[in-house]
Each structure stands twice: as structure tokens, then as C-alpha cells.
């Protein structure tokens, strides 16, 4: 059995507390659990391993809260990110189990706000934002019931529009290839690239004898 002589926050992390057990620096703790001890309370080994493992998951978690702050991020980018800093597996889980409870982590939300996001400021169409959410690691239930409102033929013409007359006094050759480029980039499918690339042309083509360097 020891005994608990002196709790000390920490001068360079106020967040931490120095324990001391029997008059000597024993271990630091985060706040949060350094709060159930009290001076001259007296502890047994297990009671050590138990208050370790704590805070072993308590940093962990708070890594996670750090890395999240930023933005909004998928299990899989949390997972990754924990990894990179040496977390042990099992603590991973137990952080992402109680991200979820407190709703800071949510790949269907993710999914959701990401696509959202793509179409509030510079649209893609599905193929391009599928891929997006698999390498963040997003379940493929969750991409498809995200995207189930993304509208190809309208992202297409929306994109083609503001890009076509950057390619106006083109010939008409040079225009649709530049332009079906751009689209399929985006993500665009063949059909729905055509049809805007058409409709583009009829509202933006210019001079057939005009060219324009590459990109």
C-alpha cells in the first residue's frame, strides 16, 4: 500500500496533475481523474494499474478531441491519426466508443456535411465524391445514402457554365474536348458530360477560328 502525500498541476500543462505517493513523484495524471484522489488516501497495486490505464485512455482521448477541433473527421481518420501516435488498439476503441456517445464523431453526418459542403462551394459529381468519403474511410452505406441527392446533371451544368467562358473564341473542337475534361475531372459521367458540354456550347461557343493555349 501507498499513500497519496501531494497533488501538483503541472506548470507546463494545466490539465495534468503531478501525483506523489509516499513523499516521492510517482505519475502524472490528467485532471479529470487526479479529481478522485485526495491527499492521505491510501492506494494497493491494482488501484495503480486502474488509475494508469485511465489516464493511458484520457490522453488518448484528448488527442482525439485536439484532432477533431480543426474540423469534422470520419472514425477512420481518428483511428489513423491515434495510430500514428502510438495508441494501443484496444484504447483506440474505447475512444471512438465514447466520441460516438458524445456525437462528436458520426460517419453518416460526415458523409452528409462533406458532400454538402462540395456542393455549397465548388460542385463534383457522385463518381468523385464516392471517392472522396472512401479514402476517409466513410462504410459504403453511408456514402450512397449521403449522395442520394447530388444531382449530376445539374452539378454538370453548374460547373460547365462557370467554365466555359474561360474557353470562349475556342473552336468548337478544342471547347468541347477542354471543357469534357474538366467535367469528367469533376467527377462528371460521360452522358451527363455531353449533354452540358451541348448546352454549354450553344450559350458560350465563340468564334470557330479563335484558339486558346493550354491549360
Given at each position: 500500500?501507498?499513500?497519496?502525500?501531494?497533488?501538483?498541476?503541472?506548470?507546463?500543462?494545466?490539465?495534468?496533475?503531478?501525483?506523489?505517493?509516499?513523499?516521492?513523484?510517482?505519475?502524472?495524471?490528467?485532471?479529470?481523474?487526479?479529481?478522485?484522489?485526495?491527499?492521505?488516501?491510501?492506494?494497493?497495486?491494482?488501484?495503480?494499474?486502474?488509475?494508469?490505464?485511465?489516464?493511458?485512455?484520457?490522453?488518448?482521448?484528448?488527442?482525439?478531441?485536439?484532432?477533431?477541433?480543426?474540423?469534422?473527421?470520419?472514425?477512420?481518420?481518428?483511428?489513423?491519426?491515434?495510430?500514428?501516435?502510438?495508441?494501443?488498439?484496444?484504447?483506440?476503441?474505447?475512444?471512438?466508443?465514447?466520441?460516438?456517445?458524445?456525437?462528436?464523431?458520426?460517419?453518416?453526418?460526415?458523409?452528409?456535411?462533406?458532400?454538402?459542403?462540395?456542393?455549397?462551394?465548388?460542385?463534383?459529381?457522385?463518381?468523385?465524391?464516392?471517392?472522396?468519403?472512401?479514402?476517409?474511410?466513410?462504410?459504403?452505406?453511408?456514402?450512397?445514402?449521403?449522395?442520394?441527392?447530388?444531382?449530376?446533371?445539374?452539378?454538370?451544368?453548374?460547373?460547365?457554365?462557370?467554365?466555359?467562358?474561360?474557353?470562349?473564341?475556342?473552336?468548337?473542337?478544342?471547347?468541347?474536348?477542354?471543357?469534357?475534361?474538366?467535367?469528367?475531372?469533376?467527377?462528371?459521367?460521360?452522358?451527363t458530360i455531353s449533354e452540358a458540354v451541348e448546352?454549354?456550347?450553344?450559350?458560350?461557343?465563340?468564334?470557330?477560328?479563335?484558339?486558346?493555349s493550354e491549360d
Amino acid at each position: 500500500m501507498v499513500k497519496v502525500t501531494a497533488l501538483k498541476v503541472q506548470a507546463r500543462n494545466r490539465n495534468r496533475v503531478n501525483v506523489y505517493l509516499d513523499g516521492e513523484f510517482a505519475f502524472g495524471l490528467a485532471k479529470i481523474e487526479a479529481a478522485r484522489l485526495r491527499v492521505g488516501q491510501t492506494l494497493n497495486e491494482a488501484d495503480l494499474e486502474r488509475l494508469q490505464q485511465a489516464d493511458t485512455v484520457e490522453t488518448a482521448f484528448e488527442k482525439a478531441i485536439q484532432f477533431i477541433s480543426y474540423r469534422s473527421r470520419s472514425e477512420a481518420e481518428v483511428r489513423q491519426n491515434l495510430k500514428k501516435k502510438d495508441v494501443a488498439e484496444d484504447v483506440i476503441e474505447g475512444v471512438l466508443a465514447r466520441l460516438r456517445r458524445a456525437g462528436l464523431v458520426d460517419d453518416a453526418g460526415f458523409a452528409r456535411s462533406w458532400v454538402e459542403a462540395r456542393s455549397a462551394s465548388k460542385p463534383k459529381g457522385k463518381r468523385a465524391l464516392k471517392v472522396e468519403l472512401r479514402q476517409k474511410g466513410v462504410p459504403q452505406k453511408m456514402i450512397e445514402k449521403a449522395l442520394t441527392g447530388v444531382d449530376d446533371v445539374a452539378a454538370a451544368r453548374q460547373l460547365a457554365s462557370a467554365r466555359a467562358p474561360r474557353l470562349k473564341g475556342l473552336p468548337e473542337r478544342d471547347f468541347r474536348r477542354k471543357l469534357s475534361e474538366y467535367l469528367a475531372r469533376r467527377g462528371i459521367d460521360y452522358e451527363t458530360i455531353s449533354e452540358a458540354v451541348e448546352r454549354a456550347w450553344r450559350e458560350h461557343g465563340g468564334d470557330s477560328n479563335s484558339t486558346e493555349s493550354e491549360d
